[in-house]
């Protein structure tokens, strides 16, 4: 590599390290006994015997891969499957099957906004609706965490500015970080009074809360409410979705960029998606064990609970975090940091994900010791 690049690469390195936010892979072993707290498989479903007979079966009977995009010929009937039962389970009235949540965020922005556009965003949305937002060239209006008035006076602004003018709202329907919630019906009743389109993600919603909230706050197939999904976490699989009225899928089939450019979904994940949303259907107390546990494990580590399944813990520093995710780890749990900058207010934390599939006597193992790290590392 020229000197230049190797250069500008060592300095970048050294000051990630002297801000104690270098990132490193460390891939798991199958025979790998630590208690997981780290991953997004809220309800453990991704080892579920039926999700995992399902993907076998797909490989066996569709092979590996989709083969091709979606408009080419890795369209699959399993993949209609899926979405059936998608807009099914979430109440709402079509479904679009993308090859990740990332992606169906980059599709559904890019897809309705442009530079007309303008999109006011939640300060605390994921990664991958900022990144689509980017690419959509949209004006954009960042408002304060769940403040439903500057959306309202933003909304209002534009309208008085471009009265034709479309726009876009952007949530999460549980922010993972915080682990609160959007107050989406007042989202929504902002946004039919301006004509405005909410975005939902529902990534940590769905599962957890059954059919997600924007189902549960009665708003599944709302003419002013979109919602995108991933497959990834409590579904247990891969790939993501997103939901809304037949018009809208069939423009993102014809528009979204991130759909058309890119291979379908495999077989394997697409199947198993299918059969957690079965097991979800028929177990629907599942996502209440991720609250029981939820509201436990808050309470013995002395943190607010979250709404969904990752328990933010506050922690002093980056390094801190760092030391205490060590020797959990050394004492048998995995869990997560959250550093900056994927945190919103540059608050280091110990990201703890309650996983409903981890046994009950690993689980009281497991707060014990993440009792004791917090203790030790405070
Ligand atoms: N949205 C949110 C809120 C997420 O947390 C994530 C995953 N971290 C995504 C979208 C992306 O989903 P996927 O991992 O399926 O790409």
């Known amino acids: 590599m020229s000197t230049r690049w190797s250069d500008w690469l060592a300095a970048q390195a050294q000051a990630r390290d002297d801000a104690g936010l270098t990132r490193m892979l460390h891939p798991r072993r ?15 479903l991704s080892v579920h015997p039926e999700v995992v007979a399902a993907a076998r079966e797909a490989v066996a009977v569709w092979g590996g891969g989709a083969g091709a995009s979606r408009l080419v010929t890795g369209s699959l009937v399993l993949h209609t499957h899926l979405e059936c039962a998608l807009a099914d389970y979430l109440e709402q009235p079509a479904a679009l099957v993308l090859s990740t949540g990332y992606h169906a965020n980059l599709a559904l922005v890019t897809a309705l906004a442009d530079r007309d556009t303008l999109v006011v965003s939640d300060a605390h949305i994921h990664a991958s609706l900022i990144d689509a937002v980017r690419l959509s060239r949209a004006q954009l209006s960042v408002v304060a965490h769940n403040d439903v008035e500057a959306v309202d006076a933003a909304l209002a602004a534009h309208a008085a500015q471009q009265p034709a003018g479309r ?18 019906a007042e989202l929504a009743a902002v946004c039919r009074r301006h004509d405005a389109l909410l ?3 529902e990534a940590h919603g769905v599962g957890v809360h059954g059919p997600g909230l924007v189902a549960r706050a009665g708003l599944g197939g709302d003419p002013h409410v979109v919602v995108t999904a991933t497959l990834s976490k409590a579904l247990g699989a891969q790939g993501g979705a997103v939901l809304g009225a037949p018009a809208l899928i069939e423009h993102l089939v014809n528009r979204a960029r991130p759909f058309i ?13 299918l059969a957690a949303l079965r097991v979800m259907r028929a177990d629907p107390a599942l996502g209440d064990v991720v609250a029981t546990r939820m509201a436990d494990l808050a309470a013995s580590l002395g943190v607010e609970p979250s709404s969904g399944a990752v328990l933010s813990v506050p922690m002093p520093s980056p390094q801190a975090a760092l030391a205490a995710q060590a020797a959990a780890l050394e004492a048998g749990v995995r869990v997560g940091c959250f550093r900056p900058p994927s945190v919103p207010d540059g608050v280091s934390r110990l990201r703890v994900t309650v996983n409903a599939g981890v046994p009950e006597d690993a689980w009281a193992r497991a707060v014990q010791v993440l009792i004791s790290v917090t203790k030790e590392h405070a």
């Open 30 to 44: 199958a025979e790998d006994t630590t208690i997981d707290l780290a991953g997004n498989d809220y309800l453990g």
């Open 199 to 201: 975005v939902v993600d």
């Open 167 to 184: 726009a876009l709202v952007l949530c999460e329907s549980v922010y993972s970080v915080l682990g609160d919630r959007a107050p989406l």
């Open 261 to 273: 450019f890119d291979t379908g979904l495999a077989p394997a994940p697409t199947a198993a998606a």
